[in-house]
């Protein structure tokens, strides 16, 4: 009988491995696909794409086991070659080729020069050639920075107490309502794609008090804007035995100071390779949504013409004058008109035209939709009343405020929009791997 | 000005704050929901319920500054009182109460005795009453089990150079074909929800090398069985430069390896309450698909019906025959017939009636199909011609093979399944929060 018993130790090394001191003058073993060949005459500098970046070997005719002639940029190849030290390649060190063997080769020439620093290539072709556009390591790195905003999430959230949950993405009833809702059939009866998982993470805090979910949304907006994509991933948590709003808030921002620590420790070479400035998170500041409109509208000169809702160009002033007097790239706006808000929003008690809720904006733009929620049963049943609404389809929500809840509230964040405003791109798209909009299904 | 600083200590503490050996004696201030109120007259035993467990407070008549016939049981409360040991209490400490300050009431009394160790309760009743039925302590402790084999999941792959993606769940074209998609609309265009991340993974190989993606995916199946549901979460992964498909079972088996440890190291008090032996994962015994129907047809005098595939009952006699002839849990059968595989698997070189692939049976259930992918854009357009398909719909995906793959194999694991095998139960539906099937759409 035969067994398997773990991952064993390859004989092929990353780049990490050779990058030890003691490395240089020996022989390894690497693998990788062709990234670039420059090829001088007697000598070729062969740039391999690995996982961890690149690597550069250095073809030498005569000394290289192979014909040069039947190397082609995108084939995966392993080779073997020793490490020498060479201060113009990139992390200083490079491999000079005894041997190559070619693992796979390509049948068709690239159709964007990955092998570019800079892919000076339309957001439209990058899209349409998405799984080779992301070959280009500056394009890579946006995704890996991504990761680390998820892990950044998680691992806080778990160290404070929250578990993580999945909730279903196909649904009876969308839980913000609307015209934004995907519709398909199941089983012969209408369902909906979950908007949010706004319902059941509430459901989840009656039972583990702290929750959080890192899944696919989807909204059928029909706009096509710079900001907008139809299939999201939202940063979920929803959390009970809240005193008010404000540890919300709290929360978020011990999310983004944790986040921005890692990043800076773990994918501190991606944000060099784009440029990155992280964001000052140690203090956030707070401001009321009426007190924010009239701060904007004496600074920068600007009539008020919606007092129930934010304007993009307002988002944006809001911001600027944040940053300007006191450095801040985040803002807290709090206090949405409660018209705005979904039902089960909590109304302010001073003033129910109000909601104990707030947005999160970064630099120009809402990233985050957070507040209290309604955790009493006859206060939902009025609000619910009081908009004309039925409870129809809602019974399992109902049911947990019947049987108890504590008081509580959540956030939802848009993670490709944090990861736009964080690298400085101006399209959610640039951030979005596998973008959804009104005219992209593919790829 | 004001300003979020990040998170605060809270007044209020968690049960391993009062489990300190210097808490006894000490004030606290605690809150929780009303699990049980057990009465005896002047005493009352009330059992909180809190994310971490159960704690027990006593309410003394003339001591305790409330009235117990206005403490209701699913209230939520927030209490003052004093640590002292107690062996028959959970944890050993209990706290007796000086104040109670009542944070909601619910309306009306539970609909299932949440309070009891055992809920006795059909699975129709747990499932139409989820949000509630999951209060139960044990209820509730099999999904942080779910979640400690997630985070496992994760973290082992992290460990092992592994990024983490998102891709599209609405999707123009179905990876593995065939009858079980469920259809929608995208804005007037025909689109289908994900069955598997399986070509998306593919891609970002290409990228990435290795990747992870741990999300929900949809089968339209009609069928209703303990094993089936229709939308599930799939742990999948897919790593280039593989010099076999067994790489991929080393991984998977180091995946299991490290995720007992993990669940054994911090998961120890829900293993312990739902009375869980962890299976060994040390060695993984594998066996041939064609071997494997012949070994249970010998020993357990059976004949082989269908050559090309394994029936249930054959899973369950070949688990049978690992655990008693190698104490295994676990096996890994390979080479299933390529006509059962989908396109993409990679044929067995020296009998393409076969592929280098495999299942990984646990208990005596397929938890996991994987292999090794077929690499080379020729073979992959020979295969698809022969097998009759179209490539329409797939020019993202070709794409990738023209523009270069390393070898490259993956696998898919659903965790609910895997999660319903570790914790014995016999229904899938049981290790699932929300579960989506042929009736149930809600909650």
């Known amino acids: 009988m035969e067994f398997v018993t773990g991952v064993k130790q390859k004989e092929t090394l990353e780049i990490s491995d050779i990058?030890?001191?003691?490395?240089?003058?020996?022989?390894?073993?690497?693998?990788?696909?062709?990234?670039?060949?420059?090829?001088?005459?007697?000598?070729?500098?062969?740039?391999?794409?690995?996982?961890?970046?690149?690597?550069?070997?250095?073809?030498?005719?005569?000394?290289?086991?192979?014909d040069?002639?039947?190397?082609?940029?995108?084939?995966?190849?392993?080779v073997v070659g020793t490490v020498a030290k060479e201060d113009r390649a990139p992390n200083?060190?490079?491999?000079?080729?005894?041997?190559?063997?070619?693992?796979?080769?390509?049948?068709?020439?690239?159709?964007?020069?990955?092998?570019?620093?800079?892919?000076?290539?339309?957001?439209?072709?990058?899209?349409?050639?998405?799984?080779?556009?992301?070959?280009?390591?500056?394009?890579?790195?946006?995704?890996?920075?991504?990761?680390?905003?998820?892990?950044?999430?998680?691992e806080f959230l778990q160290k404070q107490g929250f578990t993580e949950i999945?909730?279903?993405k196909i649904c009876a009833k969308g839980a913000e309502g609307?015209?934004?809702?995907f519709k398909m059939e199941y089983f012969h009866k209408p369902a909906v794609l979950a908007q949010s998982p706004q319902f059941y993470k509430q459901m989840m805090v009656g039972v583990f008090d702290r929750v959080f979910e890192t899944g696919p949304v989807f909204r059928a907006e029909k706009h096509n804007t710079k900001r907008h994509i139809n299939e999201y991933t939202s940063l979920d948590f929803e959390m009970g035995y809240i005193d008010s709003f404000e540890d919300i808030m709290a929360m978020e921002t011990g999310f983004l100071?944790?986040?921005?620590?890692?990043?800076?420790?773990?994918?501190?070479?991606?944000?060099?390779?784009?440029?990155?400035?992280?964001p000052k998170t140690d203090k956030i500041p707070f401001v009321r949504f009426d007190e924010a409109k009239k701060l904007v509208s004496e600074k920068y000169n600007r009539t008020i013409k919606n007092p129930f809702d934010l304007e993009p160009e307002e988002e944006v002033l809001i911001s600027q004058y944040f940053k300007e007097e006191a450095d801040a790239d985040f803002v807290f706006v709090t206090?949405?008109?409660?018209?705005?808000?979904p039902f089960y929003a909590m109304d302010d008690p001073a003033d129910n035209t109000y909601t104990l809720s707030f947005d999160l904006l970064f630099r120009g733009m809402e990233i985050t939709?957070?507040?209290?929620?309604?955790?009493?049963y006859n206060m939902l049943v009025d609000k619910i009343a009081k908009r004309g609404m039925s409870e129809e389809g809602m019974e399992a929500y109902m049911s947990i405020f019947k049987h108890g809840m504590p008081p509580h509230g959540g956030l939802g964040l848009g993670l490709e929009r944090l990861t736009m405003k964080l690298l400085g791109e101006e399209n959610v798209r640039e951030t979005t791997m596998f973008p959804r909009d009104l005219s992209r299904l593919e790829p």
């Open 68 to 78: 040069l002639k039947e190397l082609k940029e995108a084939a995966t190849i392993e």
């Open 369 to 376: 939709t957070g507040g209290q929620r309604i955790h009493d």
């Open 166 to 168: 999945r909730t279903p």
């Open 257 to 278: 100071q944790y986040t921005m620590e890692l990043l800076q420790k773990e994918y501190a070479k991606e944000l060099k390779m784009l440029g990155v400035q992280l």
């Open 178 to 181: 609307g015209a934004n809702l």
């Open 92 to 154: 200083g060190v490079e491999v000079r080729l005894k041997s190559i063997r070619v693992l796979s080769e390509p049948t068709e020439p690239m159709p964007i020069p990955i092998g570019k620093w800079k892919l000076n290539t339309s957001l439209e072709t990058k899209l349409a050639l998405r799984p080779i556009s992301l070959r280009n390591v500056r394009e890579r790195a946006k995704f890996k920075i991504q990761e680390g905003i998820v892990r950044g999430f998680r």
């Open 335 to 341: 206090h949405y008109p409660s018209k705005k808000r």
């Open 19 to 66: 990058l030890a001191e003691d490395m240089i003058g020996k022989e390894v073993k690497l693998n990788g696909a062709i990234h670039t060949i420059r090829d001088m005459g007697d000598v070729a500098f062969v740039v391999l794409r690995k996982r961890e970046g690149l690597v550069q070997t250095v073809f030498e005719q005569g000394v290289t086991d192979f």
